[in-house]
């Protein structure tokens, strides 16, 4: 059973980068057709896809945080991380990792996101 835990400061100063990292257990980040997302969800607000990494090591990024945001992966500890840069007060929220799942029905193959982290709240504060 794939468990994913995140794990970084819960505090960061105004224009600091926020790093973050998820540790897999379970089930390797290299496995084939699966994707591995960093998802946040602001206060009151609901959830923002941020990243997603496929098992290949690709990335994308949303657009509106394309210019800010980073993922990368370290397969030897079957983990990886997301960077933030320039953050403001506006980028404080409970960040979450997870992977998708997927089922193969009427011809076409879905996704749905499957196993998630217990999220860690990230604040951006002086």
């Known amino acids: 059973q794939v468990q994913l835990q995140e794990s970084g400061p819960g505090l960061v100063k105004p224009s600091q980068t926020l790093s973050l990292t998820c540790t897999v257990s379970g089930g390797s980040i290299t496995t084939n057709y699966y994707y591995w997302f960093w998802i946040r969800q602001p206060p009151g607000k609901g959830l923002e896809w941020i990243a997603v990494m496929p098992s290949s090591g690709s990335t994308y990024y949303s657009p509106s945080l394309k210019s800010r945001t980073s993922i990368s992966r370290d397969t030897s500890n079957n983990q990886f991380s997301l960077q933030l840069s320039s953050v403001t007060p506006e980028d404080t929220a409970v960040y979450y990792c997870?992977?998708?799942?997927?089922?193969?029905?009427?011809?076409?193959?879905?996704?749905?996101?499957?196993?998630w982290g217990q999220g860690t709240l990230v604040t951006v504060s002086s």
């Open positions: 997870a992977r998708d799942g997927y089922y193969s029905g009427g011809g076409s193959t879905h996704r749905y996101l499957e196993v």
